[in-house]
């Protein structure tokens, strides 16, 4: 039988998220057919051979988008902030709250504490109500144990959220998140620790894909950055760096240097290090969710960015302090009313350029042969609804690698 396939998604409109030059890469009257988890044809249902289906799914002109990638998350971490953005409306100030244990540390201590059963649990909601939006690969960082043993438990669970939850998981070790209390602020003696004897460790574990560094002045300097990006060329993880969040210290240039997948956050990016991020084709991952909760006013130069032609992603950052928030649809929104992207460029931000972020453009983030058959299927009558809405989930299924859920 020629034309044998697993299934057949018919009559349905296409935004391939290819980069053909038109708005979304949009097919009308498309169809999708899938062998072996992978895409084995795209295109106009007039066009297509006569497949010999197993099953044949009639769409009735739904909108179909790639599986949606969320390449920025914190979301395994144990307990949450909510008590102390309940004493932050009530008048206490960051610092008070820092100074009885609030702040980062006081998740540092919650994640430390949990369990990995129990840190599973925790987080595996918050996964759940990413894929429930059409999301098919995340991306989760570790950095709220800041010793071995519990970076290495928070990665671990980030893989077993990816098995249960039907998800592809790429795993980033963020030991450099900030230093630990037991560090009593040596911040050059922590990144030694870090560099000689984490980073090693959670690499020949096969923890992680990549390493990333907050490089800031609330996290670690341009010097102890660099020190941490040499030591994951030695162990052969790819990087990425959260740059220029709160001030410019040149982490995006930095990244561009050392070839880095992305540098996220960007709204302090100085020209001179936005062109070096073009010239490396280093991605930039705007994170639009932080800078609503954070009430920021400064915005990341988006103009500039698009004059460059530096790809856009987009992500959540979920996160309990900064950006407590599980929706993609969501941040599709707000990178569209904050940041002012186009519902294309929002929507390529969580598809085709997140993919490159994450460093599986070959695998995911378009519809094309030969990809991943990862799928977003939606009630929708215009692919800019994703973006227009507030707090709406018109997802009509999900399909991660040719199955459903
Ligand atoms: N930037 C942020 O905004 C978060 N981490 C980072 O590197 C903050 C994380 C937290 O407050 O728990
Ligand atoms: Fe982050």
Redesign the pocket.
């Known amino acids: 039988v020629g034309n044998q396939v697993d299934r057949v998604w018919r009559n349905a409109r296409i935004a391939t998220m290819g980069d053909s030059g038109t708005a979304y890469g949009a097919i009308e009257a498309g169809l999708i057919a899938s062998v072996g988890g992978k895409i084995a044809w795209v295109g106009r249902e007039s066009d297509a051979p006569d497949f010999n289906a197993g099953q044949s799914i009639d769409l009735a002109g739904r909108w179909i988008t790639p599986g949606l990638i969320d390449c920025h998350t914190?979301l395994v971490y144990g307990g949450n902030?909510a008590p102390e953005f309940e004493r932050r409306l009530n008048g206490e100030s960051y610092q008070q709250i820092a100074a009885t244990g609030g702040?980062?540390l006081s998740?540092v201590a919650s994640t430390r504490a949990a369990s990995e059963p129990e840190l599973l649990r925790q987080s595996t909601p918050r996964l759940a109500h990413l894929t429930s939006e059409g999301v098919t690969t995340v991306e989760i960082k570790s950095?709220?144990g800041l010793d071995l043993e519990t970076e290495s438990k928070m990665l671990r669970v980030a893989g077993d959220l990816g098995k249960y939850g039907n998800v592809r998981v790429s795993r980033t070790f963020l030991g450099a998140?900030t230093v630990p209390p037991e560090a009593a602020g040596d911040r050059d003696g922590y990144i030694a620790s870090v560099c000689d004897h984490q980073l090693p460790a959670i690499a020949a574990d096969g923890l992680a894909d990549a390493v990333d560094v907050?490089c800031d002045t609330v996290?670690f300097s341009y010097q102890q950055t660099r020190r941490v990006l040499v030591a994951a060329r030695r162990a052969g993880l790819a990087v990425k760096l959260?740059a220029e969040?709160l001030s410019d210290q040149s982490g995006a240039a930095l990244a561009a240097e050392f070839g880095a997948l992305s540098a996220d956050?960007l709204e302090h990016l100085s020209e001179p290090s936005a062109q070096r991020m073009a010239t490396a084709g280093t991605v930039a991952v705007l994170l639009p969710g932080?800078f609503y909760y954070l009430q920021e006013t400064r915005l990341p130069p988006i103009d500039l960015m698009r004059r460059l032609n530096i790809p856009m992603a987009v992500a959540t950052?979920c996160?309990?302090?900064?950006?407590p928030l599980t929706s993609i649809l969501l941040a599709l929104n707000f990178a569209c009313t904050l940041f002012r992207l186009t519902p294309d460029e929002a929507l390529a931000g969580v598809t085709r350029v997140a993919a490159r972020a994450l460093g599986i453009a070959g695998l995911a983030g378009t519809l094309e042969v030969g990809k991943a058959c990862d799928l977003a299927i939606w009630d929708i009558e215009h692919p800019a609804e994703l973006s227009y809405a507030i707090g709406f989930n018109p997802l009509y299924c999900r399909i991660a690698g040719g199955c459903d859920g």
């Open positions: 914190h902030r702040g980062i998740t950095g709220y998140h907050f996290g959260h969040q956050h932080a950052d996160n309990p302090g900064t950006s």
